[in-house]
């Protein structure tokens, strides 16, 4: 793989326009696809070293007569420090010493590429990383709006958790922060608005983990907490250099601690652990009962059930990868080499009983290669029997050229190829029902019913394509080519409001 491949390319072009389309969209689609991720690696005076340091840019696909694109990179000080020459450290560029990071983490603003994924906040649209300072933009010309952040009086942190998990029942955003300190915590928080928190839960914790994302169900958040740290004492100490996450250590002596905080009452019911493991994102969650049938869903008028509800265990579903070192495959010298072993991940179940005794039961749902799992809204926080992803091999030396449907309850899969082109990160979006335009309560049975989105790369054409997929049998129904190359970008949320 060249060194400017593309896919680890910088797309400097920002265009609005009509997109042609081959094939037949479905009359219900209406809605925005909007995808976050790099823009940009190289610009005038410096370049990053690593994928998660691009520079955000936004890409929309907008469904109605056909389809809408446009593309814009995030106003973001980052982005103007790089077109000053003047970007200096980011998630793994750059080096400074640890205490000149907790200096930063405190007393300045926080790091702002805001490349990792888009969510509505009650009616406004933000951009997120792993900081919590937010980016807002407009949807309909992605222009950037301006910085939020939280200063009120629940507590808050210096580190944020890139995804924020949606309670589809009340609409709710959830999700935790890191305070550094000699006793550092994990907050776990509720809003419906950006500057709006309920304060959910605080967890001490001696070394605060690298979680990328976490669980949540109808009653309860689970924070994996992997034994991927660091000791924020260290941040005190002469002489350690490097970016961010090179400060993180791996001990597996510690085990994975499945933290579950009941969201009603915010106690901490139960901490097992589980052998070392580490992984990024989550698929889903759910509770089931104590005679094995799932259950859920708030009681009448909304929100978590005081006491947690009727469940005796959860189900967990998350993509594990090999080792840490999946981190330092994403430097752009290995990718463009064509080592991608954070893309070598495997969905697996973990079922945390909730009774005087916790512990953690470990399977297997898929014995193939998988990155960047989703599943339909319509199943968030129930149980599911469908998940998406990107299809990859082991070991990983190129980006995946399939998207898989996966059944979790037999483990077969189907998948989507379109030639030799490069598949990412597949949304599943459903098909309205019963009068809910979002889709939301479709029963499980139904729960293939819609389309799943992906962006093709084709290297030989130069260019990307949307395509879309029927939901049931993984074929395409139609394609929309763009006029460039689309990077490799990270994670795309569906808004069926903004149709």
Same mark, same amino acid.
Request: net charge negative; aromatic share 10%; proline share 8%.
């Given at each position: 793989?060249?060194?400017?491949?593309?896919?680890?390319?910088?797309?400097?072009?920002?265009?609005?326009?009509?997109?042609?389309?081959?094939?037949?969209?479905?009359?219900?689609?209406?809605?925005?696809?909007?995808?976050?991720?790099?823009?940009?690696?190289?610009?005038?005076?410096?370049?990053?070293?690593?994928?998660?340091?691009?520079?955000?840019?936004?890409?929309?696909?907008?469904?109605?007569?056909?389809?809408?694109?446009?593309?814009?990179?995030?106003?973001?000080?980052?982005?103007?420090?790089?077109?000053?020459?003047?970007?200096?450290?980011?998630?793994?560029?750059?080096?400074?010493?640890?205490?000149?990071?907790?200096?930063?983490?405190?007393?300045?603003?926080?790091?702002?590429?805001?490349?990792?994924?888009? #969510?509505?906040?009650?009616?406004?649209?933000?951009?997120?990383?792993?900081?919590?300072?937010?980016?807002?933009?407009?949807?309909?010309?992605?222009?950037?709006?301006?910085?939020?952040?939280?200063?009120?009086?629940?507590?808050?942190?210096?580190?944020?958790? $890139?995804?924020?998990?949606?309670?589809?029942?009340?609409?709710?955003?959830?999700?935790?922060?890191?305070?550094?300190?000699?006793?550092?915590?994990?907050?776990?928080?509720?809003?419906?608005?950006?500057?709006?928190?309920?304060?959910? $839960?605080?967890?001490?914790?001696?070394? %605060?983990?690298?979680?990328?994302?976490?669980?949540?169900?109808?009653?309860?958040?689970?924070?994996?907490?992997?034994?991927?740290?660091?000791? %924020?004492?260290?941040?005190?100490?002469?002489?350690?250099?490097?970016?961010?996450?090179?400060?993180?250590?791996?001990?597996?002596?510690?085990?994975?601690?499945?933290?579950?905080?009941?969201?009603?009452?915010?106690?901490?019911?139960?901490?097992?652990?589980?052998?070392?493991?580490?992984?990024?994102?989550?698929?889903?969650?759910?509770?089931?009962?104590?005679?094995?049938?799932?259950?859920?869903?708030?009681?009448?008028?909304?929100?978590?059930?005081?006491?947690?509800?009727? $469940?005796?265990?959860?189900?967990?579903?998350?993509?594990?990868?090999?080792?840490?070192?999946?981190?330092?495959?994403?430097?752009?010298?290995?990718?463009?080499?064509?080592?991608?072993?954070?893309?070598?991940?495997?969905?697996?179940?973990?079922?945390?009983?909730?009774?005087?005794?916790?512990?953690?039961?470990?399977?297997?749902?898929?014995?193939?290669?998988?990155?960047?799992?989703?599943?339909?809204?319509?199943?968030?926080?129930?149980?599911?029997?469908?998940?998406?992803?990107?299809?990859?091999?082991?070991?990983?030396?190129?980006?995946?050229?399939?998207?898989?449907?996966?059944?979790?309850?037999?483990?077969?899969?189907?998948?989507?190829?379109?030639?030799?082109?490069?598949?990412?990160?597949?949304?599943?979006?459903?098909?309205?029902?019963?009068?809910?335009?979002?889709?939301?309560?479709?029963?499980?049975?139904?729960?293939?019913?819609?389309?799943?989105?992906?962006?093709?790369?084709?290297?030989?054409?130069?260019?990307?394509?949307?395509?879309?997929?029927?939901?049931?049998?993984?074929?395409?129904?139609?394609? $929309?080519?763009?006029?460039?190359?689309?990077?490799?970008?990270?994670?795309?949320?569906?808004?069926? #409001?903004?149709?």
């Amino acid at each position: 793989m060249a060194d400017d491949a593309l896919g680890f390319h910088s797309l400097t072009d920002e265009v609005d326009t009509e997109l042609p389309v081959e094939g037949a969209l479905p009359e219900w689609l209406s809605g925005t696809l909007i995808r976050n991720g790099p823009g940009a690696f190289d610009f005038d005076g410096g370049a990053v070293d690593h994928w998660f340091d691009g520079l955000a840019m936004l890409h929309a696909f907008t469904f109605g007569d056909g389809v809408r694109y446009r593309n814009r990179f995030l106003g973001t000080d980052a982005y103007e420090a790089a077109e000053a020459g003047a970007f200096q450290a980011g998630f793994a560029t750059g080096g400074t010493s640890l205490l000149g990071r907790l200096r930063q983490l405190l007393f300045e603003e926080p790091y702002d590429n805001t490349n990792v994924v888009a #969510e509505r906040v009650g009616d406004r649209y933000l951009a997120l990383t792993e900081t919590p300072r937010w980016v807002e933009f407009e949807p309909g010309s992605l222009a950037t709006v301006g910085h939020v952040r939280y200063d009120g009086d629940a507590p808050s942190g210096q580190l944020a958790c $890139a995804h924020m998990q949606r309670d589809p029942e009340t609409d709710a955003l959830v999700n935790f922060e890191v305070e550094f300190g000699l006793s550092s915590r994990y907050h776990v928080y509720e809003m419906t608005a950006p500057t709006e928190r309920d304060h959910v $839960a605080s967890i001490a914790t001696d070394s %605060p983990a690298y979680m990328h994302s976490f669980a949540l169900t109808p009653n309860y958040v689970v924070l994996t907490e992997f034994p991927f740290v660091v000791n %924020p004492m260290t941040f005190l100490r002469p002489g350690r250099q490097g970016p961010f996450i090179e400060n993180f250590e791996w001990e597996p002596e510690r085990g994975t601690r499945f933290v579950v905080v009941d969201r009603g009452s915010g106690e901490v019911v139960a901490e097992p652990r589980a052998e070392p493991f580490f992984g990024f994102h989550h698929v889903n969650a759910y509770e089931v009962g104590a005679g094995g049938d799932p259950v859920g869903g708030q009681p009448e008028g909304g929100g978590p059930s005081e006491g947690g509800g009727d $469940a005796a265990e959860l189900v967990v579903d998350l993509e594990t990868v090999p080792s840490t070192d999946a981190i330092e495959s994403l430097y752009l010298e290995d990718l463009r080499g064509g080592t991608l072993e954070a893309l070598a991940g495997r969905p697996e179940r973990f079922r945390v009983t909730l009774d005087d005794d916790p512990s953690v039961e470990r399977r297997e749902l898929y014995d193939a290669g998988t990155a960047l799992p989703t599943v339909s809204p319509a199943r968030w926080c129930r149980e599911y029997r469908y998940l998406y992803a990107q299809g990859t091999e082991r070991p990983v030396t190129e980006w995946p050229r399939s998207v898989v449907k996966v059944d979790v309850e037999t483990g077969e899969a189907d998948a989507f190829r379109d030639g030799g082109a490069h598949l990412g990160e597949p949304i599943f979006v459903p098909r309205p029902g019963d009068g809910v335009r979002d889709g939301r309560h479709p029963p499980p049975e139904t729960e293939d019913d819609g389309v799943v989105l992906t962006v093709a790369l084709d290297r030989d054409a130069g260019r990307s394509a949307l395509l879309v997929l029927d939901g049931e049998t993984m074929t395409e129904r139609a394609r $929309a080519p763009l006029p460039h190359a689309v990077p490799f970008d990270f994670h795309g949320r569906f808004f069926p #409001e903004l149709g």
